[in-house]
């Protein structure tokens, strides 16, 4: 190890509107301890290192670090414009720390990275369109999200030309949850009346009616095969999620039919679990109906859910939701500076 010092003049100078301040100086970034080397170097391995990683070979505390990725966050988006050109966005939120503490995110849907991100989700989404500003509202066409009210009611008050599309995903999750829930009721009665060898079997079949039918192994095809026989309202309850779940994987004119056809289905199934989703799907209908016309889906949103729930265990010990988000920008948003001495 080859220890260096670093000298050179900063003279502090009085302005009239801040008072004394430090003169800026062009190796190192305002009010940092460091050489913008070594904070661009600390961004880097945060983003493609283990915590340990860093702090062992920078030998500085993890609170710093959260402290550099913020300062270099802030000067990268001084030298960018992120919010320029949206016109497909999804926006979602994410759960970073116990006692319900989120993050709202909103993601670009034509350059996959994330472009937006703060504490808070109700009334914080409006934060976003403030930045967006009122002319780049108007640009914005296509919005994806999950069926949440106080995502399509902002959205509808800040981009009245923009388009909502229910994620897929999430509407087949409520067809799972209904699938569920019918299960729960048949076995709950198979219990009720002493059929305890059926009340195990039911228990076990949970798997085997949550899979899609490509990815069943042999046995778990065996016991479809057995809920066909033995409890047609299961069975039936069981076809209707993987209808549903064909619609989306249609889409544009013959998913409209099917999505049609399905409705009629549901209504008049006497499964009360699913005749409540066919009126929650009605009630979601044009933003499911867009999803289907667009082919747009949260699934980029939710890639990049992913990777920020990794860097909640990275961020441990950071002191503010702010310097998780600095580390997700750097890892998600495309603002991870290069190695310096190097171009890429």
Same mark, same amino acid.
């Given at each position: ?8 003049? #900063? ?14 100086? &062009? ?18 391995? $945060? ?23 913020? %300062? ?46 703060? &504490? ?23 919005? !994806? ?14 981009? &009245? ?29 198979? %219990?009720?009346?002493?059929? #305890? ?88 209908? $044009? ?32 002191? !503010?939701?702010? #310097? ?19 171009? !890429?």
């Amino acid at each position: 190890m080859v220890r260096a010092y670093l000298e050179a003049e #900063a003279p502090r100078v009085c302005c009239p509107e801040h008072g004394v301040v430090v003169a800026a100086v &062009p190796w190192a970034r305002h009010g940092a301890g460091h050489t913008r080397a070594f904070d661009d170097t600390a961004a880097w391995l $945060a983003v493609h290192t283990s915590k340990q990683a860093v702090r062992q070979l920078l030998r500085v505390a993890w609170t710093t670090v959260g402290r550099i990725v913020t %300062r270099v966050v802030a000067d990268a988006e001084l030298a960018t414009d992120r919010l320029a050109g949206l016109t497909r966005i999804g926006i979602d939120e994410i759960s970073y720390k116990k006692g319900h503490r989120y993050l709202t995110v909103v993601v670009d849907h034509d350059t996959g990275r994330l472009v937006w991100a703060a &504490p808070g989700h109700d009334a914080t989404l409006g934060r976003f369109f403030d930045a967006l500003g009122l002319e780049r509202c108007q640009q914005v066409r296509l919005v !994806s999200a999950d069926a949440a009210a106080w995502i399509a009611k902002v959205v509808a008050a800040r981009c &009245p030309a923009a388009t909502v599309c229910a994620d897929p995903f999430h509407v087949v999750k409520w067809a799972s949850d209904a699938l569920d829930q019918v299960r729960r009721e048949v076995w709950n009665a198979a %219990r009720k009346h002493g059929q #305890a060898g059926l009340a195990r079997e039911l228990k076990g079949a949970r798997y085997a009616l949550w899979k899609n039918p490509e990815d069943l192994t042999g046995r778990q095809r065996r016991k479809l095969a057995w809920i066909a026989k033995v409890n047609d309202r299961l069975y039936r309850a069981y076809l209707l999620k993987e209808e549903l779940r064909l619609v989306f994987k249609l889409k544009g004119a013959r998913a409209t039919v099917l999505l049609e056809a399905w409705l009629a289905w549901a209504r008049r199934c006497r499964i009360p679990a699913f005749v409540r989703l066919a009126r929650a799907i009605t009630e979601h209908r $044009a933003a499911i109906q867009a999803a289907l016309t667009h082919g747009l889906s949260n699934g980029l949103v939710e890639s990049a859910n992913t990777k920020i729930r990794l860097l909640t265990r990275v961020a441990f010990g950071f002191k !503010s939701p702010e #310097a998780l988000i600095a580390l997700a920008m750097l890892s998600v948003g495309g603002l991870c500076p290069p190695l310096p001495g190097r171009l !890429s």
